[in-house]
């Protein structure tokens, strides 16, 4: 069985651009979560899908961001325009039920410049 | 602010030691404790989880977690190399949405041969 996956695995962009992270969670899974890690920092939560709605989005840092799941399947989060302070590893983790063991993706490794 | 503080190591420890990983909590009424292991370049692994006042065993894996002193730790009997990682204690955020931990920044393990 296919763990979560993140698209891409790495991302450069130029501060102002936009970047879409992709996250695709194991098959079934109600639960989507994106988690982030600012270099020296640790991993914080920022939003919780339970299927296509928005459980929990007190995590999210401001209004550049944005995160969809439409279908409920796969989730996207958006960043735009980018700054400098995004840079950091995004994760994401998905689980069967609210509660229960989390599985976490690889990360997609942002760099903005 | 709700904050889990580790120490960030590198913790050294010689093959077949026991490595004791510490961990503290900010949050009274938190009720649910979290061990994750994460090799470099990889995603963060649930090893570990603990609900109750005492210990836990798992194998080579014994959490330990004391509400009174806002205290959970993570001992590995007989360490391997393969335990090589960073060790992330996390805790669930009770007034947040179920998966919405709380991450120390880690404690990095290197067992030598």
């Known amino acids: 069985e296919a763990g979560v996956t993140q698209f891409p695995s790495h991302s450069v962009i130029e501060k102002g651009q936009t970047v879409t992270l992709r996250c695709d969670p194991i098959?079934?899974?109600?639960?989507l979560y994106w988690y982030r890690r600012v270099m020296g920092k640790e991993i914080k939560f920022l939003l919780h899908?339970?299927?296509?709605?928005?459980?929990?989005e007190s995590g999210m840092p401001n209004n550049r961001f944005l995160a969809e799941r439409t279908g409920g399947t796969y989730s996207t989060l958006k960043v735009q325009p980018a700054e400098l302070e995004d840079s950091g590893v995004y994760f994401c983790a998905s689980s069967q039920s609210a509660g229960t063991k989390l599985f976490f993706g690889s990360g997609t490794q942002l760099s903005v410049l | 602010q709700k904050e889990v503080e580790q120490n960030s190591g590198p913790l050294s420890v010689p093959e077949g030691a026991i490595a004791s990983l510490n961990c503290t909590y900010s949050d009274r009424v938190s009720q649910s404790f979290f061990w994750y292991r994460q090799y470099s370049g990889k995603s963060p692994e649930l090893i570990m989880s603990i609900y109750s006042n005492g210990d836990k065993e798992d194998g080579r894996f014994t959490a330990q977690l004391n509400k009174a002193s806002q205290y959970v730790s993570l001992l590995i009997r007989d360490s391997q190399p393969s335990d090589s990682a960073t060790y992330l204690c996390a805790v669930a955020d009770y007034g947040g949405s179920q998966g919405n931990l709380i991450f120390g920044k880690g404690t990095k393990l290197s067992v030598k041969p």
């Open positions: 098959s079934g899974h109600d639960n």
């Open positions: 899908f339970v299927k296509e709605s928005k459980q929990d």
